[in-house]
């Protein structure tokens, strides 16, 4: 079935490192890719998305490029901050026309120290 | 009031006790989802609503009953919860059930079992 594999944490970095979340997927068909963060006692919140192959979704400072060729979809911050500490979570939703099921990884929690 | 909210916040309940989780959506949409968050394991989607017709049930025991009125709110019953059961249940919206949607979260409710 489909499914979403990101790399595991927690990842601690120091104020203005770069940061490189890793997520590949398995899907049939041609999914759409989120990335969600979630900041300590909160919901999720979508941080950027991509709908089709080559697509770079954007937010923050945050992005993230829809890799067909290796099922991919990473996320990088050139220079993070401390307020960037949360969890992050990579997900797709099947195919167009779906139901809309987002299809969560297992989150990746950033810590980033001053 | 704006967004997703979610009531109650926190809920504590003994496996005999019968609760409600309410969710209320002010964006205007028309699907509305329940998903669970247990600590070490991804968020699974639990149902999803569209125009107040349930169109998913991930295989939710009977334990959990939802219930949408109208396509602003979204409610879960709850009765004779096991331990396990405990997690941050997480409503969340979207314009439609389409892939490419994004979903909106409320901050959740976090639920004990006893």
């Known amino acids: 079935g489909d499914s979403v594999t990101q790399m595991e944490g927690p990842v601690t970095l120091s104020e203005e490192a770069f940061l490189t979340i890793n997520c590949t997927y398995t899907a049939t068909g041609y999914p759409s890719l989120f990335w969600y963060v979630q900041y300590p006692g909160e919901g999720l919140q979508l941080l950027l998305k991509?709908?089709?192959?080559?697509d770079k979704g954007s937010n923050k400072g945050f992005e993230a490029t829809y890799r067909k060729e290796t099922t991919s979809f990473h996320l990088e911050k050139g220079s993070v901050q401390v307020s960037d500490s949360a969890v992050y979570f990579c997900?797709?939703?099947?195919?167009?026309?779906?139901?809309?099921?987002?299809?969560f990884g297992k989150g990746t929690k950033l810590s980033v120290k001053p | 009031e704006t967004g997703v909210t979610q009531t109650p916040r926190h809920l504590v309940m003994g496996m005999t006790n019968k609760k409600s989780l309410k969710c209320e959506q002010h964006l205007g949409h028309n699907a509305m989802y329940w998903y669970k968050q247990s600590a070490k394991k991804p968020l699974e989607l639990m149902f999803v609503y569209n125009f107040k017709e349930q169109t998913e049930n991930n295989s939710v025991p009977s334990r959990f009953s939802p219930e949408c009125p109208n396509s602003s709110h979204l409610f879960l019953h709850l009765h004779t919860l096991q331990p396990e059961d405990s997690a941050l249940y997480l409503c969340?919206?979207?314009?439609?059930?389409?892939?490419?949607?994004?979903?909106?979260f409320g901050p959740g409710t976090r639920l004990t079992v006893l």
């Open positions: 991509a709908t089709k192959a080559d």
């Open positions: 969340a919206s979207s314009p439609m059930t389409s892939g490419t949607d994004t979903q909106y």
């Open positions: 997900a797709l939703t099947p195919k167009r026309g779906s139901q809309g099921n987002l299809i």
